[in-house]
């Protein structure tokens, strides 16, 4: 959703979200912190089309928005965040750690025209968001890392050591460290085999 | 795959020993040997209900006590509750969070108001003589069958075996305003939405369904069988919608009927369609079981007996007037269709929708012929997938999907790493004194795209051939079953997520996320409103093989092994 995205934001909710018309539902927010691209500033209307996110009133968010010119001075702002995508904070702000990583993976999504996303920089600003404190990040992190993975090119060794001891350092999320301990195994079966990545499925009889 | 898989109990049974006497008073040359008994019980997480001992909050609804200390009648994050220790017994995961009604489908934390009308636990039981058939549909969005602490599974274990059940079938209507079976609706994506008493609580009433169904059995003189043009029901038509457009543009549009008639009238009615019951959309914060319970209130107003609604395969076919609308599809000779709005979304266009429905099937039922039904036949087949969707596994990582440890042991999947799903299907035949068949059931753990039932190789898209991965074509479901009368009970037992066709499956990724190659381009100049989506469905679907595992394994349960020669999609299944 990163790179459908033309900017990613930390805003406030001004009022709990709300259905409007047939097509879409509304949210007004306050701008809080650009991360990165091009964003809001101050009060602004983030439009959603339907399945919707909902944000209750004051609530924190981080937000990934798309620009769409209505005329030739007003702009619309949408969401591009899929059902169940929606990243509520804790607080009005997100760490230093959060604000590094996130913009790490965006410069890797969003090249300069005319180059290609950077896989290796986005792999390994993945791996860095695996231990954020935000527990939904950590597990949009661990998604698009499995996604990523159907390629084992692209995640290098040290990536997929990473994933293979992951849960052992104290900033490990020690519920999510078993599904990424599997993905680091799943990508050293592959390398040992030294095949093209398999069929993700299988068959057995139980 | 191996035919040993697959366990059949055949029996015919003699006209002589079970023939009804009173047979011979009806008109028709109808036939029956069986008997049949129905129970509703309800689910409905509101009020007082003798079978619930958990909490209940001030609202009525059922839920852990908290302080509403914003005054919005509703619990939020952060508000103060009694963590009742009975939650934490059944998943350890509840200590420390809020348990109450989440609604299940669309966005997290829309947390239950009220209840507007009953759901529930809806049981029909065939029994021909030798084989005893329980049929239950639940209205829910779907659920497990082998969830760790909770599932049909349990229900099944609580049924006393003196009643003998031979065979169940658990099914769920994948309601969208019932409560969250899955985990997947809490506050967050990443929290769990489930109450674990409740979900102990209707495992209970599955059994308690069952057992009384059983208890009702009684002889049936007459059975009835309807359906609508299974290619274009005009009565139907604009009733169905894909979802966000998605080609092609094709449903299964046969609405399914049959009545058991007994000494006294109708004892009991079976109903299928294939759409999402969503039809209240995202805003709705009361239970309700949406359209079905309309559907069921007119069959039953009409034709009497106890009606149980199952949805049949209604993967990407949702109702008028969800996420392809305004000028999407017609209804009218004019072009018009009246649902195709959000504008009037609300209990009376839902009840407007189920009562049309309803009134389909029940005036089709009252004029239908008679089936002759002399014997039941029950297969059934299990086989393991390995899920490629890591949303799944990291589902269960999170303790968000609490799946029984044994039946999804890594271990038996082949490499032995992420969830191991486990596929069962039901296939059941109802055949004449000649064996020949004239009801067929086959039971789908999701939801399947109509396309996969009705045949890929002649229902599939041709707006956009960039967009074909090249694998190949499922099997017809359709085509491998014999009976007049073809239903297809979705979301059973299990619900394993979305089965898409091959051809067109995009799994995610973060540059390009299910996006199609014709991306927002029209495909039908009689409505330009219909425009190519992005790929939602993969987010939620277990693996792209799942589609060839449910039809061949359909093809197999009804025509044996040999049908799945040349069939290049079962023979690639590993």
């Known amino acids: 959703m990163m790179a459908a995205a033309d900017g990613m934001l930390v805003a406030r909710a001004a009022a709990a979200t709300r259905a409007r018309g047939e097509h879409d539902a509304a949210t ?58 929606g990243i509520v904070l804790d607080g009005p702000t997100v760490s230093e750690q959060t604000r590094v990583v996130l913009r790490e993976l965006w410069a890797a999504v969003h090249p300069e025209p005319g180059a290609e996303p950077d896989v290796a920089a986005a792999a390994k600003a993945l791996l860095a968001a695996l231990t954020l404190s935000e527990q939904k990040l950590r597990a949009l992190a661990f998604l698009d890392l499995s996604t990523l993975a159907n390629d084992p090119q692209h ?32 990508l050293t079966s592959r390398g040992t085999a030294g095949n093209a990545p398999p069929a993700a499925t299988g068959a057995k009889q139980p | 795959m191996e035919s040993n898989e697959i366990r059949a109990v055949l029996v015919l049974v003699t006209f002589a020993t079970l023939l009804v006497s009173g047979c011979s008073d009806s008109s028709s040359s109808s036939s029956t040997t069986l008997r049949v008994g129905v129970a509703a019980v309800p689910i409905t997480p509101c009020g007082a209900n003798a079978a619930w001992d958990g909490p209940v909050t ?63 636990a809806r049981t029909i039981v065939v029994d021909d003589g030798t084989t005893r058939l329980a049929i239950t549909s639940v209205d829910l969005v779907g659920t497990l ?43 967050d994506t990443v929290v769990d939405g489930k109450f674990p008493l409740y979900l102990a609580f209707i495992d209970r009433q599955v059994a308690s369904a069952i057992s009384a169904a059983v208890g009702a059995l009684e002889p049936v003189r007459e059975v009835r069988g309807f359906r609508t043009d299974p290619d274009e029901s005009p009565d139907l038509r604009g009733l169905q919608v894909r979802t966000g457009c998605r080609p092609p543009f094709i449903f299964d549009s046969e609405l399914r009927a049959l009545s058991f008639t007994g000494a006294n009238g109708t004892i009991a009615t079976l109903l299928n369609w294939g759409t999402h019951p969503e039809s209240l959309e995202s805003e709705n914060e009361l239970i309700t079981s949406d359209f079905p319970h309309y559907i069921r209130d007119e069959v039953e107003r009409q034709v009497g007996g106890t009606a149980v609604y199952l ?129 067929q059931i086959i039971t789908i753990p999701g939801e399947i795209f109509p396309e996969l039932y009705l045949g890929v190789a002649e229902h599939r898209r041709t707006d956009c051939p ?48 299910q996006r199609d190659p014709c991306d927002g381009q029209e495909y039908d100049p009689s409505y330009p409103r219909r425009r190519v989506p992005t790929h939602y469905h993969e987010v939620l679907s277990i693996g792209v093989e799942a589609a060839s595992y449910v039809t061949c394994t359909a093809v197999e349960l009804f025509q044996g092994s040999a049908a799945l020669a040349g069939q290049p999609a079962c023979e690639a299944l590993p």
């Open chain 2, 311 to 439: 949805s049949a395969d209604l993967g990407a076919a949702e109702i008028v007037g969800d996420t392809c609308v305004g000028g999407a599809d017609a209804r009218n000779a004019d072009g018009s269709n009246e649902f195709d709005s959000r504008d009037g979304i609300g209990f009376p266009r839902t009840e407007r929708i189920g009562r049309m429905v309803g009134d389909i099937a029940a005036r089709g039922l009252l004029a239908a012929p008679t089936i002759e039904a002399a014997s039941l036949d029950v297969r059934t087949a299990s086989k393991r997938l390995a899920a490629s969707n890591a949303t799944f596994e990291l589902a269960r990582s999170l303790g968000i999907l609490d799946l029984d440890a044994q039946v999804y042991d890594p271990a038996l999947c082949p490499g032995g790493t992420g969830l191991c799903g486990l596929f069962e299907q039901t296939a059941v035949t109802v055949a004449d004194g000649d064996g020949k068949p004239q009801v």
């Open chain 1, 28 to 85: 007004p927010f306050l701008a809080r912190e650009k991360i990165a691209g091009e964003v809001p500033s101050e009060g602004f209307v983030l439009d959603q089309r339907p399945p919707i996110l909902r944000y209750a009133e004051v609530q924190d968010a981080l937000l990934l928005v798309a620009r769409e010119q209505e005329g030739a001075a007003r702009a619309r702002w949408i969401s591009v965040q899929p059902a169940g995508a």
């Open chain 2, 145 to 187: 069958k082998y969830g760790s602490y909770y599932g049909f599974a349990h229900a099944e274990a609580m049924v006393d075996p003196a009643l003998g059940v031979t065979n169940f079938i658990h099914a769920s209507t994948h309601n969208h305003q019932g409560p969250d079976a899955l985990g997947l609706w809490g506050t």
């Open chain 2, 58 to 120: 001030a609202s009525g609804v059922w839920g852990e006590s908290y302080a509403d200390a914003n005054g919005n009648g509703r619990y939020d994050v952060g508000e103060t509750f009694t963590d009742d220790a009975r939650n934490e017994a059944l998943d350890a995961q509840s200590k420390g969070k809020y348990d109450g009604i989440y609604m299940a489908g669309f966005g997290a934390d829309r947390i239950a108001l009220g209840c507007h009308d009953d759901i529930w």
């Open chain 1, 155 to 186: 995640l290098p060794p040290l990536i997929t050591e990473r994933l293979l001891g992951y849960g052992g350092q104290p900033e490990d999320d020690a519920q999510m460290a078993p599904a990424v301990r599997d993905l680091g195994r799943r």
């Open chain 2, 466 to 513: 960039a967009a074909d991965t090249g694998r190949p074509a499922e099997p017809s479901i359709r085509d491998a079953m014999e009976a007049p009368f073809r239903l297809v009970f979705g979301l059973s037992p299990d619900e394993l997520g979305y089965i898409v066709p091959g051809y067109d499956y995009y799994p995610a990724n973060i540059f390009d996320e």
